[in-house]
């Protein structure tokens, strides 16, 4: 295969690998920090409102990582966790943020979780205790931590996709025209034999502006005398490829089409077609390319 069709086909596969790369790659969902802790400081106000509780204050939202985050408030509280579900889906809902994360309640002396609940993607998948059990005054914290979720990065996806296409469509275009350049250059490529130009695709012999034309059965007689230069033959061999092979019968019919190629051979010497007795043809040439 020619060099420059094995880079092209390089290009497609690289290509193509690479799109199917980038289109299975993920990255993690960015977390909106600012936008989480004002969605907090909302949810902690409103806890503090359905207590009656309208003069403590909500403590600053900590960053505990990327991906957490905890509320706290100025004095203990008490209150149910119907009312924190809901305020939370509530004000969660009103914001862009990831609607995938778990909220734990925990007890400040010690961090265990007096409650907590998930909230998922897909409704199925929450998980939410049985609420109606009033959590007993107490210094608590709120954790909010979500999870983390795999999206696929849609622009480069899109991006690579349309290079491989333009690659593609490029590659197919240079094929295209250099399989079209070639097929015309080997049409127009003769062999050269002695002072001619032998063309079998168009059944023509040419002499320098000359152009001397074949038969059928000559060209295809010249063309194998060709493939066994100064080499005999045989009869057999002629008869049977250009005739029987075809389904045709022959007597003297090789000797007539012999008779006539040496005619319009004659004008160069350094070619003969001899006959070689019983046997076959040979054609004696100082030349062939």
């Given at each position: 295969m020619?060099?420059?069709?094995?880079?092209?086909?390089?290009?497609?596969?690289?290509?193509?690998?690479?799109s199917l790369l980038i289109a299975c790659s993920t990255k993690e969902q960015?977390?909106?920090?600012?936008?989480?802790?004002?969605?907090?400081?909302s949810i902690g106000n409103q806890i503090l409102i359905a207590q009656n509780d309208t003069t403590s204050l909500v403590l600053p939202i900590l960053e505990k990582s990327p991906t957490l985050f905890e509320?706290?408030?100025?004095?203990?509280?008490?209150?149910?966790?119907?009312?924190?579900?809901?305020?939370?889906?509530?004000?969660?809902?009103?914001?862009?943020?990831?609607?995938?994360?778990?909220?734990?309640?925990l007890q400040c002396e010690d961090g265990e979780v007096a409650y907590?609940?998930?909230?998922?993607n897909q409704t199925e998948q929450n998980i939410i205790p049985c609420s109606g059990r009033?959590?007993?005054?107490?210094?608590?914290?709120?954790?909010?931590?979500?999870?983390?979720?795999?999206?696929?990065?849609?622009?480069?996806?899109?991006?690579?996709?349309?290079?491989?296409?333009?690659?593609?469509?490029?590659?197919?275009?240079?094929?295209?025209?250099?399989?079209?350049?070639?097929?015309?250059?080997?049409?127009?490529?003769?062999?050269?034999?002695?002072?001619?130009?032998?063309?079998p695709e168009q059944n023509k012999l040419v002499k320098e502006a000359q152009e001397i034309p074949l038969t059928q059965k000559e060209c295809e007689l010249l063309a194998i005398l060709i493939?066994?230069?100064?080499?005999?033959?045989?009869r057999e061999e002629l008869t049977k490829r250009v005739w029987e092979d075809n389904g045709v019968i022959v007597g003297r019919s090789l000797d007539t089409y012999i008779s006539k190629l040496r005619k319009k051979l004659e004008d160069d010497a350094t070619i003969k077609i001899t006959n070689v007795h019983g046997v076959g043809y040979k054609l004696e040439i100082d030349r062939l390319v």
């Open positions: 020619n060099k420059t069709i094995q880079t092209w086909f390089r290009i497609f596969g690289i290509s193509a690998a690479l960015e977390i909106p920090t600012e936008e989480v802790k004002v969605a907090l400081r509320l706290s408030f100025e004095k203990p509280l008490a209150f149910d966790p119907a009312d924190l579900n809901q305020i939370t889906t509530s004000v969660f809902e009103s914001v862009t943020i990831p609607n995938n994360y778990i909220v734990e309640v907590s609940y998930k909230i998922a009033i959590i007993s005054e107490g210094c608590y914290t709120i954790q909010v931590k979500f999870m983390s979720k795999e999206v696929a990065s849609k622009n480069a996806t899109l991006f690579f996709v349309l290079i491989f296409l333009v690659v593609l469509f490029l590659g197919f275009v240079f094929y295209s025209k250099y399989h079209a350049f070639h097929s015309e250059k080997e049409t127009k490529r003769g062999t050269s034999l002695g002072h001619f130009s032998f063309y493939e066994h230069p100064n080499q005999v033959v045989k």
